[in-house]
């Protein structure tokens, strides 16, 4: 166990030194939530604070899934990603490793983030623990995510352009813009399918000290099971590609 | 002498074409066993399958001892695999190529840095230990290549196609490094799908061919095998379409044009030179060239395999 969690470990910081500085990978986590957010503000300077919660979320759902989908794609094409397979470590050392890596690229891209926040929107901060526990879970959640998409797709296109098929429909129906409950009951029956509704709900409360509809600690309960479907899966998905390559 | 590697019955299916059919075979300890095919014959998928990279299909291997499909990551922390594409990380440097694959393979963390720097002196890169994989030349990333999959001292070693893409001077230097490396005690499992490589390199050598084992043998026994048919190649001053009717000279058991001249296997020598002298002086031909030819490495794995060398290049 030890042993795997250390490969997991060395994996995810190969990853940081090999891809952190990849241009789309930094556009991805930090410009594009900010600039979609500032479109937002504009629109609506007065209800500021109200898109805090979504920005943070978006910054690390964006920012995790391409670190994670960009690593994985880059060393299938070039084919350096077999060398952890041919490793002696499990798939689930490999899928944990490979995730750690969106993770740790999260908590950076929010270290950039919160503080910008902060700045420009002025929310108050009611519960600092349980916002570094938000971005922690989004982090591996959304990271999770973009590894098992990388692991079942075919063409790095293919990817992209799931992951944007998923990303960008969950980012306007999980509260980051509108509130859950100005959804329609149909809607509203989706959003509770979207991982980022959860956590768009739990920064809600750590930073404005209410939420839309989900308390914090089923919240928390529903990512931490999203996190662990994720890493099983991403595992499988390794497994699988080696029965089936 | 102990069994490095032990295999039966392996096979790989993807849908209905089945890349590895059934082989079995085993590599003793301290050789280099040659693996040699054309492409597509199912090298590199016994490779991939060996080396825990993908599931048989069917079958069972044991390598040094650990069960292929139980005791997979035994089986990975004790042995190297150089695939046929140089495929380190281009954005890493040398040395830090070398220090990842230290880490992923359990070098105790002490070794480390001494393990790498001793790798790249013994590879000739330590000047180059910052510079980026991707800035490296063909030579250098297959070097770097081998020193990762040496990092932690395997026993066996697995090399799929060492010397593709590579020069003649690159070549060179590969063969000494393999032939150090056995004289070292590793045992060295070699896929290649160049006749000459094989046959200058390995102790044996497996003939695959269409995911079938066709011959096993020692380079030698090999070519003692083939021997049997010593063959004849000769010129005339007119060549054309000459093939049909020399072969159907008595002695004569093969024919193939190559080039300006005709290469001919035959089973009795002195007769089938008796044949050919009668054959050219009736037909009022001057022979330009004749060589009698003990088979060489790519002649015996014609005659054995029937497959042509031309489809080995």
Redesign the interface.
């Known amino acids: 166990m030890r042993d795997e969690l250390t490969k997991a470990w060395f994996i995810a910081l190969k990853d940081l030194r090999a891809y952190y500085f990849k241009p789309p990978t930094i556009s991805w986590g930090i410009l594009f939530p900010f600039v979609f957010a500032l479109a937002f503000l504009l629109r609506n300077p007065q209800g500021a604070h109200e898109l805090a919660p979504g920005l943070i979320a978006m910054s690390l759902i964006f920012g995790t899934t391409s670190m994670s989908t960009a690593s994985i794609m880059f060393e299938r094409r070039i084919g350096s990603f077999e060398r952890v397979i041919l490793a002696p470590v499990t798939m689930w050392g490999v899928a944990l490793g490979k995730i750690l890596g969106g993770v740790v690229f999260g908590l950076l891209v929010s270290s950039v983030m919160v503080p910008l926040v902060f700045l420009f929107f002025r929310p108050t901060l009611v519960n600092p623990a349980l916002l570094v526990l938000a971005v922690l879970l989004s982090s591996f959640l959304f990271s999770g995510f973009g590894c098992f998409l990388s692991l079942i797709v075919r063409q790095e296109f293919d990817a992209m352009t799931l992951a944007n098929a998923v990303r960008l429909p969950m980012i306007f129906l999980s509260g980051v813009f509108l509130p859950l409950t100005a959804l329609p009951l149909g809607l509203k029956v989706v959003a509770f399918w979207f991982p980022l509704t959860y956590e768009v709900e739990l920064l809600r409360y750590a930073l404005l000290g209410s939420v839309d509809l989900i308390p914090p600690l089923p919240a928390v309960g529903a990512m931490l099971a999203g996190c662990a479907l994720l890493l099983w899966a991403s595992q499988r998905a390794l497994e699988r590609r080696r029965r089936n390559p | 002498m102990n069994q490095a590697i032990e295999v039966h019955g392996l096979t790989r299916s993807y849908g209905d074409l089945v890349a590895v059919d059934h082989i079995h075979f085993s590599v003793k300890e301290g050789e280099i066993f040659g693996f040699l095919g054309p492409n597509g014959a199912g090298k590199t998928t016994t490779v991939?399958m060996l080396?825990?990279?993908?599931?048989p299909t069917e079958g069972k291997a044991s390598l040094l001892g650990f069960d292929l499909e139980t005791q997979t990551?035994?089986v990975?922390?004790h042995i190297g695999?150089v695939?046929d594409?140089s495929?380190?990380?281009?954005?890493?440097t040398c040395y830090?190529n070398l220090i990842?694959?230290a880490?992923?393979?359990?070098v105790p963390r002490r070794d480390w840095e001494a393990r790498a720097l001793e790798l790249l002196e013994r590879f000739g890169l330590l000047e180059k230990k910052e510079r980026k994989f991707l800035t490296l030349s063909r030579g250098m990333k297959r070097k770097l290549t081998i020193a990762c999959a040496l990092i932690h001292n395997p026993p066996l070693l697995f090399l799929d196609e060492p010397t593709l893409g590579l020069d003649v001077r690159a070549k060179r230097m590969m063969h000494r490094l393999i032939e150090e490396l056995n004289h070292e005690g590793v045992t060295i499992f070699l896929t290649t799908h160049q006749i000459a490589e094989a046959g200058k390199l390995c102790d044996r050598i497996a003939i695959i061919n269409r995911g079938k084992i066709l011959v096993l043998d020692t380079v030698k026994g090999i070519r003692s095998k083939a021997s049997a048919e010593p063959s004849i190649r000769i010129s005339f001053h007119r060549n054309e379409g000459l093939a049909p009717e020399l072969l159907a000279l008595p002695s004569v058991d093969r024919v193939r044009a190559q080039g300006d001249h005709y290469h001919l296997s035959v089973r009795d020598l002195p007769l089938a030179l008796t044949e050919i002298t009668r054959f050219a002086e009736g037909k009022g031909l001057l022979i330009g060239s004749l060589h009698t030819e003990e088979p060489s490495s790519e002649e015996a794995f014609v005659q054995l395999t029937g497959i042509e060398a031309e489809k080995m290049r």
Not at chain 2, 51 to 55: M, R, V
Not at chain 2, 87 to 92: A, F, G, T, V
């Open positions: 991939r080396s825990g990279l993908i599931t990551k035994e990975k922390a695999v695939q594409v495929n380190l990380y281009p954005d890493l830090y990842f694959s880490q992923i393979y359990g």
